[in-house]
């Protein structure tokens, strides 16, 4: 598997697709060109507070707040929040398919990205996943199947890698990208 020069790898994904140079995947890289400072800048307008603890922790928002649903999801960790999130972005046409992982069968520690069609497939991704994983290689099947809108659950390195990623480069330049 490619590695940032660093020597250092989320394992996001992003560089085991086909669909695009390797070479290209790496220049996105969040541990070969960092994510503080400039970059975060150019992604969300200002670099963040490194006064602020909560912001370094976190990131820079607008606003932060916790949120459970009323009626948890069955087998969801916490309440199912993200997971009902995702499910009506899909009901309500928002999106046509979400990037997320799932558990690989038969090992809860391990998991398996997936491009979830349905609201089945969508559902089968709750629970928490504290693991490195190839998120971003199911952007290959979106891409390949002409996806427009398409939204994309992950940890802060896969999502700040993709967003400069899809600035940088055409592949996704036509699909629409949401993120949790």
């Known amino acids: 598997m490619p590695t940032s020069d ?7 994904g992003l560089c085991s697709n086909q669909a695009w140079p390797v070479e290209q995947s790496l220049q996105s890289c969040v541990f ?11 992604l969300f307008g200002r670099e963040r507070k490194l006064d602020d603890p909560v912001e ?7 606003d932060r ?12 960790q916490w309440s199912g929040i993200i997971t009902r999130m995702a499910m009506k972005a ?7 398919g979400v990037v997320s992982l799932q558990h690989t069968p038969g ?13 089945d497939e969508i559902y089968a991704t709750r629970g928490n ?3 490195l994983s190839p998120l971003l290689s199911s952007l290959e099947s979106a891409y390949h199947q002409g ?10 390195c896969h999502l700040h890698t993709l967003r400069d990623f899809k600035e940088r480069f055409e592949y996704l330049q036509e699909m629409e990208l949401l993120t949790i």
């Open 90 to 96: 899909f009901e309500e046409k928002l999106v046509e």
């Open 129 to 131: 996943k504290p693991v």
């Open 147 to 156: 996806l427009k809108k398409v939204l994309v659950i992950g940890a802060a």
């Open 65 to 76: 707040f916790t949120a459970q649903l009323k009626l948890p999801l069955p087998g969801s």
């Open 32 to 42: 070969k060109n960092g994510w503080l400072g400039e970059r975060e800048k150019q």
């Open 56 to 62: 370094m922790r976190f990131g820079i928002t607008l």
């Open 6 to 12: 660093k020597g250092l790898c989320s394992s996001c």
């Open 107 to 119: 090992n809860h520690f391990f998991s398996q990205p997936v491009l979830a069609r349905n609201s």
